[in-house]
């Protein structure tokens, strides 16, 4: 029994002092490998490039510069509209026309495309009612549809007044009745609730 504990105190006085030891060891602990050359992807940007805004608070565009407007929770397109072309006193071709009443009339030429995410009874349309001009003086004509401006075009040229509907296109004009031959063309969907829109340089 003496003989089996001797031997039981003499391993744990081995042992303890082995450790001992290594705890007190100058030599360094074994280095990991080192990690390999693996790139970083930079952090995805999801802040696009901020649209210039006049000082109406509208987003200006030029002439063949696409806008329009997506679902409510900006996820998908409903409606893109394009400007072609924009003409100061142009020739009006219905049998029926009339001189315009502020005394200039502005085409608007006008091509439009909804996608199938639109709302069938969505209401959308680009009326010439919700068009403007402002003049060169700063000031805003409201009122720039009139009887003559309907009357300029033949029905086959004119842009739609009905509302547009899901996964359709469109093309056609409409017609400004205005004092202005120069300024700025600006658009307000009453569906916007009178917080947006765009505008257009035009004339000299």
Not at 7 to 12: I, P, V
Not at 168 to 179: C, E, H, M, N
Request: charged share 15%.
């Amino acid at each position: 029994m003496r003989r089996a504990a001797r031997h039981t105190l003499l391993c744990t006085a081995v042992a303890t002092a082995a450790l001992v030891l290594t705890a007190c060891s100058d030599s360094p602990p074994a280095s990991n490998p080192p990690a390999p050359n693996v790139p970083t992807a930079a952090p995805p940007t999801t802040t696009a490039a901020a649209l210039p805004k006049s000082e109406r608070g509208l987003t200006i565009k030029q002439v063949g510069q696409p806008a329009g407007w997506t679902t409510a929770d900006g996820s998908t397109q409903e409606v893109t509209f394009v400007i072609d072309k924009i003409t100061v006193d142009p020739k009006c071709e219905a049998s029926y026309s009339q001189k315009p009443e502020n005394g200039h009339f502005v085409r608007v030429d006008i091509r439009a495309e909804t996608t199938t995410a639109m709302e069938t009874n969505a209401g959308y349309a680009i009326s010439p009612s919700e068009w403007a001009v402002v003049g060169p003086d700063g000031v805003t004509e409201s009122s720039v549809a009139s009887g003559p401006s309907f009357s300029c075009l033949r029905s086959s040229d004119m842009f739609p007044t009905d509302p547009l509907t899901p996964a359709s296109k469109y093309r056609g004009s409409i017609v400004l009745d205005t004092r202005s031959t120069s300024g700025t063309l600006t658009f307000r969907p009453g569906f916007f609730g009178g917080s947006g829109g765009w505008e257009w340089r035009f004339g000299a």
